[in-house]
């Protein structure tokens, strides 16, 4: 049995910025400001995105600890309210129809979700790009630790509680479109695939030990072959 984690943003779909302005929105509403306009958000938890932000421009993780539920409350308040705004800036990226179809169909593949925005965040987004969120058996999320690599052992806990059996790390396999995504199940002996549909090229991603990694997912068997083999 194959434990198959997808990043979302960059890698699932894109929505034109929603998230970082629903972000900076929340942080000037609790924290008075923003931070740096140009800090990078991909392959990052939303906590740890707001911990970097707010450590910039001088706050103390005491009070960034104080006001982080509030800040996250509020966010995935901003967050429906941008996607509903701007329904046209939700792209799918290529290939990811096709593929979930195919992997569903499998009764060797157990489709998961490990990607770096709270579970309320990562719903809505799916939802908003028309893709049910019910169909990922198996999450782990930037609410379940400001960390992402802590998310694989997550995610593997979770599928042996759901399934009643144990997913051996060799058999779980990350997807994301970041070095973070392709780095971050190291610790349980997980596989990764890289896709270039995010920030950086196939050439940066190839430099991080993936098993494969893809310009776009739209190549549905290769993709799965890769994954069952």
């Known amino acids: 049995m194959k434990l198959v984690l997808f990043d979302i943003d960059g890698t699932i779909l894109l929505t034109d910025g929603a998230g970082k302005r629903a972000i900076h929105r929340a942080l000037e509403e609790v924290f008075g400001g923003t931070g740096p306009e140009d800090h990078r958000f991909d392959g990052k938890t939303d906590p740890q995105i707001v911990r970097e932000l707010m450590r910039i421009v001088g706050h103390d993780d005491e009070h960034i600890d104080a006001r982080m539920p509030l800040l996250l409350e509020r966010y995935v308040t901003y967050l429906g309210e941008e996607l509903h705004a701007r329904p046209s800036g939700i792209t799918v990226m290529p290939g990811i129809h096709e593929l979930l179809d195919a992997l569903r169909e499998r009764s060797d593949v157990v489709l998961g979700l490990l990607t770096g925005n709270l579970a309320e965040g990562a719903r809505a987004k799916l939802r908003a790009a028309g893709i049910d969120p019910e169909q990922f058996?198996?999450?782990?999320?930037?609410?379940?630790?400001?960390?992402?690599?802590?998310?694989?052992?997550?995610?593997?806990?979770?599928?042996?509680?759901?399934?009643?059996?144990?997913?051996?790390?060799?058999?779980?396999?990350?997807?994301?479109?970041?070095?973070?995504?392709?780095?971050?199940?190291?610790?349980?002996?997980?596989?990764?695939?890289?896709?270039?549909?995010?920030?950086?090229?196939?050439?940066?991603?190839?430099?991080?030990?993936?098993?494969?990694?893809?310009?776009?997912?739209?190549?549905?068997?290769?993709v799965v072959r890769v994954i069952v083999s």
């Open 137 to 222: 058996r198996v999450g782990a999320y930037g609410s379940d630790h400001e960390l992402r690599g802590e998310l694989p052992a997550v995610a593997q806990r979770r599928a042996r509680d759901d399934l009643g059996f144990d997913i051996e790390g060799r058999d779980v396999v990350v997807i994301g479109d970041t070095p973070a995504d392709l780095q971050c199940g190291r610790a349980i002996g997980a596989r990764a695939i890289g896709v270039a549909t995010g920030h950086f090229t196939v050439e940066e991603l190839e430099e991080h030990e993936a098993a494969a990694v893809f310009a776009d997912l739209s190549a549905t068997m290769d």
